[in-house]
Nanobody, 128 residues
Framework: QVQLVESGGGSVQAGGSLRLSCAASGRTLSIGAMGWFRQAPGKERIFVAAVSWNGVITFYADSFRGRFTISRDNAKNTVYLQMNSLKAEDTAVYYC?????????????????????WGQGTQVTVSS
């Protein structure tokens, strides 16, 4: 099995930055594409960004392109989300997810949240 554990959340002032991490453990060879999602209070969980297994290809939901950057370090089995110019509306629980390599890098799987592995989430609170 694969376990995903997010970290790096916390409280920050508007305009500040945070870098989230998601570390994979277990059968890490079963991890291909990875991505980030978030769920704001009272709202549905939405897709933020995803990255291919080799880190070369990324894609973002339009709302986050330019402010957020996804990256990964396969030597550490970790995916990151660098978040800049944070706003109060970025307050949410942030989740990472992953798919096994055999499922490729499917934008639709991330956009419809059909991914196989999920973390428990990390809270980000942005105060204005």
């Amino acid at each position: 099995q694969v376990q995903l554990v997010e970290s790096g959340g916390g409280s920050v002032q508007a305009g500040g930055s945070l870098r989230l991490s998601c570390a994979a453990s277990g059968r890490t060879l079963s991890i291909g594409a990875m991505g980030w999602f978030r769920q704001a209070p009272g709202k549905e969980r939405i897709f933020v960004a995803a990255v291919s297994w080799n880190g070369v290809i990324t894609f973002y939901a339009d709302s986050f392109r330019g402010r957020f950057t996804i990256s990964r370090d396969n030597a550490k089995n970790t995916v990151y989300l660098q978040m800049n110019s944070l706003k109060a509306e970025d307050t949410a629980v942030y989740y990472c997810a992953a798919d096994p390599p055999l499922k490729g890098f499917s934008r639709s799987r991330f956009q419809t949240q059909q991914n196989d592995y999920w973390g428990q989430g990390t809270q980000v609170t942005v105060s204005s």
